[in-house]
């Protein structure tokens, strides 16, 4: 039975035994697979991880990052502090990083980096053997202009990935690697020499102080019963989600999916860093955008963040087919609205 059937099945099952909403899916793969169950049986999903964008589905709601919540700032920041010029886009070969990549590629155009200046690079999941793309990504880099890796390598993969750029001596202030996949629990238990100094690009850190953030890593080992185990961005995204999902109920004083998809706009919730996320009319949130320099403890150290939250976009600006469209479920009750012809797509 092939991997989609699987999620497929799964989906089928939890929405029909579980009549209020599911909180889950990890890869973009996994969330397109099971949508048809969500849209068939009317049951709301909180997607909590990054994700590639186009998309605004009524019955789902989108708590991790959209690009332009996480990709197009962690290249900003790379353009602008440090004075990156090269950019290499590699990523594992599935939806999320095929459509995040033909975005990034797009804005790098649009700021002017000539074609020449952009090395795109696909791996299969868990991929070993980097030796010959890490040489190349080396070549890309030898021609005297700054140069980055913008990560969407996901899973296991990545561990051999860093370890083969310190085999070949490239450091982070070499060549820095700012990555969209890798966060504390990715780090957690491997030996973090060879990532020490690269960058990701996240909503949430663990570093964060925050009361509310020191109240929840509390109560999350002390419900693991383990001082080693660590928190994570999807994790903040499950709380927000939750707390907005409560708080719908609440308003609408019942769980029927409907009632509570109408009422989820304009919910807000605290977040884990020191904000307020609200759901937004495109059923994305609003989040501040982080910039963490990883330490040799799994951690991250802040360099850099957004100065308040960012709103998410369903829909690019940079791509020609989307531009010009909205997700809005309260006023135009589309999720593909286009501004231009004033018509709701399929």
């Known amino acids: 039975m092939e991997v989609r059937a699987i999620l497929f099945a799964i989906a089928s099952a939890l929405t029909r035994a579980i009549a209020f909403a599911v909180f889950g899916c990890w890869t973009s793969a996994s969330r ?9 049986l009317n049951n709301i999903l909180f997607y909590p991880v990054q994700y590639e964008g186009e998309e605004s589905e009524r019955n789902v709601f989108y708590t991790g990052a959209a690009p332009n919540q996480q990709a197009i700032p962690a290249v900003d920041y790379l353009a602008k502090d440090e004075k990156v010029q090269r950019w290499v886009l590699a990523g594992t070969d599935y939806v999320y990083p095929r459509t995040t990549n033909k975005i990034l590629e797009a804005y790098l155009k649009s700021k002017g980096v000539k074609p020449e200046d952009i090395m795109i690079n696909y791996t299969p999941f868990g991929h070993s053997d980097w030796q010959t793309i890490v040489a190349d990504i080396k070549k890309f880099g030898s021609a005297g202009k700054k140069t980055a890796v913008v990560s ?6 990545n561990v051999p990935f860093y370890k083969e750029l310190g085999n070949q001596g490239i450091s982070a202030k070499d060549i820095p690697v700012v990555a969209f996949s890798v966060g504390e629990e990715e780090l957690a238990g491997i030996d973090t020499k060879p990532l020490i100094g690269h960058l990701a690009a996240w ?8 009361p509310k953030n020191d109240e929840f890593i509390k109560k999350w080992k002390a419900f693991t019963k383990n001082d ?28 029927d999916p409907d009632k509570v998809i109408d009422a989820l706009p304009g919910i807000e919730a605290p977040n884990l860093t020191g904000g307020i996320s ?6 994305h949130i609003t989040k501040p955008v982080l910039i963490g320099e990883i330490k040799g403890d ?30 809005d479920w309260v006023d135009k009750k589309c999720g593909n609205y286009n501004t231009k012809t004033s018509k709701c797509g399929s």
């Open 32 to 40: 397109k697979s099971v949508l048809p169950v969500f849209k068939e």
């Open 152 to 157: 969407t390598i996901n899973g296991d993969a």
């Open 203 to 210: 909503n949430y850190f663990q570093s964060i102080k925050d």
């Open 228 to 255: 080693k185990r660590v928190t994570n961005d999807p994790m903040e995204a499950h709380v927000i989600g939750f707390d907005m999902w409560v708080k719908a109920v609440e308003k609408v004083k019942s769980t």
């Open 278 to 283: 609200k759901m937004l009319p495109n059923h």
């Open 298 to 327: 799994g951690q991250f150290d802040v360099v850099w963040k957004t100065s308040g939250l960012v709103p998410g976009d369903a829909w690019s600006k940079e791509l020609d087919g989307s531009k010009d469209l909205i997700g």
